[in-house]
């Protein structure tokens, strides 16, 4: 499987479903403040506002391991990857812009990402780690989801 790019590509995502978290536990805390009939009173209102708030945090830490394992990445590896990945930019734009063929770009990606998915795993972030933490986050597990040869199916 390839985890350094499900998280490559999830990243921004796990980042807007924690700021979308966030407006929702603001909600349910107003909410709350204004009136005690909400769900189950008062118990069932802080349950709520600690399960969203615990999600929230478990997308942050997804998150914040890209961004660990980035910075850890060597600068010029670091580049390609963010204009691949997070960029998305067309891969013959990018062999155009550094004048190099598009196996020759290939290769250099598969070094980076390499060099990318040694600094997720010396962080923790592990293939092990995110098919137990995040499986139930149905993107992921659709990621996730393997094709005949063991590679994740990847798609945008």
């Not at 407006?23 to 118990?43: C, E, H, P, Q, V």
């Not at 998915?117 to 137990?132: A, I």
Request: aromatic share 10%; net charge positive; with cysteine.
């Amino acid at each position: 499987m390839n985890h350094e790019l499900v998280m490559l590509r999830g990243a921004l995502r796990m980042k807007q479903s924690a700021k979308d978290l966030n407006k929702t536990i603001r909600t349910l805390a107003l909410k709350s403040y204004s009136t005690l009939n909400f769900r189950d009173g008062t118990m069932g209102q802080v349950e709520a506002i600690c399960n969203y708030t615990e999600k929230r945090n478990s997308y942050l830490n997804f998150y914040n391991g890209v961004a660990k394992a980035l910075k850890r990445t060597p600068k010029g590896y670091r580049a390609l990857i963010c204009e691949v990945y997070l960029r998305k930019t067309d891969k013959q734009s990018i062999c155009q812009k550094y004048k190099v063929s598009l196996s020759t770009l290939y290769r250099y990606l598969s070094k980076a990402r390499k060099k990318f998915r040694d600094s997720l795993n010396d962080l923790g972030y592990s293939e092990s780690w995110l098919t137990t933490n995040y499986q139930s986050v149905p993107w992921v597990a659709e990621m996730l989801k393997t094709s005949g040869k063991g590679r994740a199916v990847l798609f945008d």
